[in-house]
């Protein structure tokens, strides 16, 4: 295995705990991987400003993908470049998921938007990212500029089975995976957690072999399979885990931390 240079970390329930915290071991684990020259990165389907609140504890010095790629920021949160959807694929996408009955919300350009305010996990959302969404009747005006649609249901087995029929539907012009059991992201082809290793690599010169990754859902696979090391979290899926190198603690038992200590710098704790 390929001396690891640079760790890309997923957020929610992989670097952040339930309750979206970042704990003392967690950054104190950065900091002892910037001690031995081992660069660090986050994406998320989060847009960019809602990862913010991480950026000054964590020192973050590299481009932050968010929308899983689909908008690359530098740490100032200055605009690197943006993949959008095209419009077909963005009508495509939310009449399938409206015949399903999610909640659809689209993200276009720096803007949020929702039908309804007090739907399911949007004021959930919200907290996560600290910012408000916009309520739109309808999203008309915005359909130009996506960068990701989120289909929302807390029916997990409908989640899955869109999950397929979406995936099946758009083919490869769109990604489409869940980002939480309850959350399918869909985004340009090129915006996901694999295409990010890609643009990771080539940006920082790093090669994909010498790159570790670690996550806890379905569209964190994707950069499991490009990168050199890829490590499940223990709240991780079985199907998830089983992609992975390693398989560390939940995020509620300081699995973060643990992977970087135990797999990436090697230390070992009683």
């Given at each position: 295995?390929?001396?690891?240079?640079?760790?890309?970390?997923?957020?929610?329930?992989?670097?952040?705990?339930?309750?979206?915290?970042?704990?003392?071991?967690?950054?104190?684990?950065?900091?002892?991987?910037?001690?031995?020259?081992?660069?660090?990165?986050?994406t998320s389907g989060r847009p960019p400003m809602g990862m913010k609140m991480l950026l000054q504890p964590l020192g973050i010095d590299t481009p932050v993908a968010g929308f899983n790629g689909g908008m690359w920021v530098n740490p100032d949160l200055s605009l690197i470049e943006a993949r959008?959807?095209?419009?077909?694929?963005?009508?495509k996408a939310i009449a399938m998921l409206t015949e399903e009955k999610l909640d659809v919300w689209v993200y276009s350009g720096a803007d949020w938007l929702v039908h309804d305010k007090n739907a399911p996990h949007v004021s959930r959302e919200e907290w996560t990212v600290k910012f408000p969404p916009k309520v739109a009747a309808d999203f008309a005006g915005a359909l130009d500029t996506v960068v990701k649609i989120v289909g929302v249901s807390d029916d997990l087995e409908l989640m899955e089975k869109v999950e397929l029929r979406v995936q099946k539907a758009l083919g490869e012009s769109a990604s489409a995976a869940r980002s939480q059991p309850y959350y399918l992201d869909i985004t340009h082809p090129e915006a996901n957690k694999g295409f990010a290793i890609g643009f990771l690599a080539k940006r920082l010169g790093i090669p994909a072999s010498s790159i570790a990754t670690i996550g806890d859902q379905p569209n964190d696979t994707l950069m499991f399979r490009k990168s050199g090391m890829s490590i499940a979290m223990g709240n991780a899926s079985e199907a998830v885990q089983k992609q992975a190198t390693y398989v560390t603690t939940s995020s509620e038992e300081e699995g973060f931390a643990n992977a970087v200590e135990r797999f990436i710098l090697g230390e070992t704790h009683g």
């Amino acid at each position: 295995m390929a001396q690891i240079q640079l760790l890309l970390a997923d957020v929610d329930g992989t670097l952040v705990t339930k309750e979206k915290k970042l704990t003392d071991r967690a950054i104190a684990s950065i900091a002892s991987l910037r001690e031995k020259g081992i660069k660090f990165a986050i994406t998320s389907g989060r847009p960019p400003m809602g990862m913010k609140m991480l950026l000054q504890p964590l020192g973050i010095d590299t481009p932050v993908a968010g929308f899983n790629g689909g908008m690359w920021v530098n740490p100032d949160l200055s605009l690197i470049e943006a993949r959008t959807l095209p419009r077909d694929v963005v009508d495509k996408a939310i009449a399938m998921l409206t015949e399903e009955k999610l909640d659809v919300w689209v993200y276009s350009g720096a803007d949020w938007l929702v039908h309804d305010k007090n739907a399911p996990h949007v004021s959930r959302e919200e907290w996560t990212v600290k910012f408000p969404p916009k309520v739109a009747a309808d999203f008309a005006g915005a359909l130009d500029t996506v960068v990701k649609i989120v289909g929302v249901s807390d029916d997990l087995e409908l989640m899955e089975k869109v999950e397929l029929r979406v995936q099946k539907a758009l083919g490869e012009s769109a990604s489409a995976a869940r980002s939480q059991p309850y959350y399918l992201d869909i985004t340009h082809p090129e915006a996901n957690k694999g295409f990010a290793i890609g643009f990771l690599a080539k940006r920082l010169g790093i090669p994909a072999s010498s790159i570790a990754t670690i996550g806890d859902q379905p569209n964190d696979t994707l950069m499991f399979r490009k990168s050199g090391m890829s490590i499940a979290m223990g709240n991780a899926s079985e199907a998830v885990q089983k992609q992975a190198t390693y398989v560390t603690t939940s995020s509620e038992e300081e699995g973060f931390a643990n992977a970087v200590e135990r797999f990436i710098l090697g230390e070992t704790h009683g």
